[in-house]
């Protein structure tokens, strides 16, 4: 007869049996991020950042988000922006304004996340373009979504109304950029610095040590004024070897401290690869950025900037990334700058606004009435 093992007993089983190999391999990583973090400081692709005690600063951050709720046998969504304006005058920190835009309406089922980023996209730009307008003192503006549309948010012309939305987007930004890009730092060397702060692309600073810096096709991707170091790069040839087996996140984790940041990086390699972003005519004058941790338990993030190598000096990305770290509050063991966390605060109404929402489109039907097969799933909706 054959012998029956519950899941708790062979899960404990397992867990003795793995527990040794799993803390061995762990700690070899640990070892080898070790050996492996001062030659990253050497060359220059990790770097620490100067810290300042007295902070002034005029700051905007902007956080968006989005919901959808079945209705009606499909689904709506309400989609929002805030923007929250900041005085920080010797380390004092005043509220100066807030502003915001909202969207709500039915979205179909395909592609609803993509679709939502780019009604995202749009809306922080508004604000944004908002801000400007009223030509207000802010030196630092923050964003949560990308500069520009990636390759991958763009979708395929048959699906009509995401192009649609695409279309709308593109356009919007490409306007934001042919009139405010200007005002905005650096070409303008008293405008504010437009920052879109991410979570992604671990794998870049990985990525360009395995590269041979020693050549120009190697440093395609680097920003070689912001000090890369000869004499280091030759001491990370090889070093495929020494990260084998360590993940990405990991190894990032291990080698950025608190107040560093990685050296700055193209977000694409060469003018034909930019020209995919969206709108290709402003991409392709672009796209730069840098990891940062503000301290050693924050999450690191990274900083996204529109310009190149012409554009950005070392003493310029270090002045941005020690204001982005200064400004870094921890919720829910996650950083996020603090006007940025103050916006996203207000955000939380929204999945309550879109249930209300649906409960009132539900009675405007009734009230029309409309045939009640169509409203007989209205109430087994759920929001996700």
């Known amino acids: 007869m054959a012998k029956n093992t519950n899941l708790a007993q062979a899960l404990a089983i397992d867990s003795q049996l793995r527990l040794p190999g799993s803390a061995g391999r762990l700690l070899k990583q640990i070892r080898d991020i070790e050996k492996v973090a001062p030659l990253f400081r050497d060359a ?15 700051v905007s951050g902007v956080a968006s988000h989005s919901c959808i709720s079945k ?3 499909g689904y709506i969504y309400a989609s929002a922006a805030v923007r929250t304006d900041l005085s ?5 920190v005043s509220t100066v304004g807030t502003d915001s835009v909202s969207e709500l309406d039915d979205i179909d089922f395909e592609a609803q996340r993509k679709r939502l980023d780019l009604v995202e996209m749009r809306n922080s730009y508004a604000l944004v373009e908002r801000l400007l307008q009223q030509g207000g003192p802010v030196q630092l503006v923050l964003i949560d979504t990308p500069l520009f549309i990636s390759r991958v948010m763009t979708p395929l012309k048959r699906n009509v109304r995401h192009w649609a939305e695409f279309e709308k987007t593109r356009d919007a930004i490409e306007q934001f950029w042919l009139n405010h890009r200007a005002k905005l730092f650096p070409w303008n060397p008293s405008g504010p610095v437009l920052v879109s702060i991410l979570v992604e692309r671990f794998s870049a600073i ?4 395995r590269q041979d810096l020693r ?33 990405d996140t990991r190894f990032i984790n291990g080698i950025l401290g608190g107040f560093t940041r990685t050296i700055a990086f193209r977000m694409a390699e060469n003018p034909e690869d930019r020209s995919r972003m969206e709108p290709a005519a402003q991409a392709v004058q ?23 190598q012409k554009d950005w000096t ?16 921890q919720s829910q063991r996650k950083a996020m700058p603090l006007p940025q966390l103050l916006s996203r605060q207000q955000l939380n109404i929204l999945e309550k606004f879109t249930a209300y929402y649906r409960q009132g489109l539900g009675d405007a039907l009734r009230g029309n009435e409309v045939e009640t097969t169509w409203l007989s799933g209205l109430d087994e909706g759920t929001e996700t």
């Open 44 to 58: 220059g692709l990790i770097r620490a950042v100067p810290k300042v005690s007295t902070v002034d600063l005029a």
């Open 71 to 73: 209705a009606l046998g």
């Open 88 to 92: 920080i005058q010797e380390n004092k």
């Open 206 to 209: 990985v990525s360009i040590a």
């Open 215 to 247: 050549t120009e096709e190697g440093r395609k991707l680097v920003l070689v004024s912001d000090g890369l170091v000869d004499s280091g790069v030759e001491r990370l040839q090889g070093l495929e070897e020494r990260l084998m087996g360590i993940g």
């Open 286 to 308: 672009g796209v730069i950025g840098f990891h940062y941790r503000s301290s050693r338990p924050g999450e690191i993030r990274l900083a996204q900037l529109a310009g190149d």
């Open 314 to 329: 070392s003493e310029r990305l270090d002045t941005v990334a020690w204001r982005l770290m200064v400004l870094d509050m």
